[in-house]
């Protein structure tokens, strides 16, 4: 059997809590083609970051691995970018420079100064923020900053691009908007991605596949769903379509019939916390990293 894009084999994590071990996830197996559009959906605490952060080589796999494209991933690289619920962008650097940032990054050597420059204009209008070029981060919305998160992604050319919750923070009327640019993004550029969310209109929505985990501990994959819907997808039409609807349906009940939400254990807070304190330490050295690089 030809081996996928994107192989998730076998993987478990044991997270160390004031020396008990807590098992977030167990046997989890996800096999991806390339330009597929996965959305991971589940309960808060079912380990849909921490897989996430797996592929983004933030964490490693206590068993099993992740292959991305014949090489195993064992760190963070410029071929998986994030994009988090949180925009993440440098409060004192404009919209062009946060995302010249990643550029210079990943194209210093194979672009010319004129070339990253147009690349980076190029990204920037794809999310619609052309306009914006020299504003600061605390002088436009909550939706733009996102935009330009998600430009400051695509700009790196990732094999893979992952998502956070990326639309949770956002009004009603600016997550539609951003999730119509995403499919338009998404129909243009044949990206590959894996999607975290709670809302089961936006998996059934941008999905191919909606992959449905357990509850934690030892979380792993319940069900997936494949979403057989045509592209391009208006949502308005999509409303009333007895598809959507019977998929819609079929992830709830997932959700909320076979899988609804115990009551935490205290070991489950303790391992929440210690992820928590692990992704904080994450940010502040990628933070830290990224400052020299401008410096540099």
Not at 142 to 168: H, T, W, Y
Request: proline share 4%; net charge negative.
């Amino acid at each position: 059997m030809a081996m996928k894009y994107l192989d998730i084999t076998g993987v478990g994590i044991e997270f160390d809590t004031n020396g008990t071990k807590f098992r977030a996830l167990q046997n989890v197996n996800l096999k991806m083609d390339q330009g597929e559009f996965v959305s991971l959906i589940g309960h808060s605490g079912c380990g849909k970051s921490t897989v996430l952060n797996i592929v983004a080589g933030l964490y490693n796999a206590t068993e099993g691995g992740v292959v991305l494209e014949g090489k195993e991933v064992l760190e963070p690289g410029p071929d998986r970018a994030v994009v988090f619920q949180n925009h993440s962008l440098m409060p004192w650097l404009s919209v062009y420079e946060n995302v010249e940032l990643a550029v210079n990054q990943v194209f210093r050597k194979s672009k010319t100064k004129a070339e990253r420059k147009e690349w980076i204009e190029h990204n920037l209008k794809l999310v619609n923020m052309d306009h914006a070029l020299h504003k600061l981060p605390g002088e436009i919305s909550g939706g733009m900053k996102q935009r330009v998160g998600i430009a400051r992604c695509l700009a790196m050319q990732p094999k893979v691009l992952l998502m956070d919750e990326p639309f949770g923070a956002l009004d009603a009327l600016t997550r539609a908007q951003l999730q119509d640019s995403l499919m338009e993004i998404q129909a243009e550029l044949g990206n590959t991605v894996i999607m975290i969310t709670h809302d089961v209109d936006e998996a059934v929505l941008l999905s191919d596949r909606i992959v449905m985990m357990s509850n934690g501990p030892a979380a792993t994959i319940g069900e997936i769903l494949d979403v057989n819907l045509a592209r391009p997808r208006d949502r308005l039409e999509l409303a009333e379509d007895p598809e959507f609807v019977h998929l819609r349906q079929q992830v709830l009940e997932f959700l909320y019939a076979k899988h609804s939400h115990p009551e935490k254990k205290p070991s489950t807070e303790v391992a929440e916390a210690v992820v928590l304190e692990t992704a904080i330490e994450g940010a502040v050295a990628t933070e830290a990293g990224a400052t020299k690089i401008e410096a540099a």
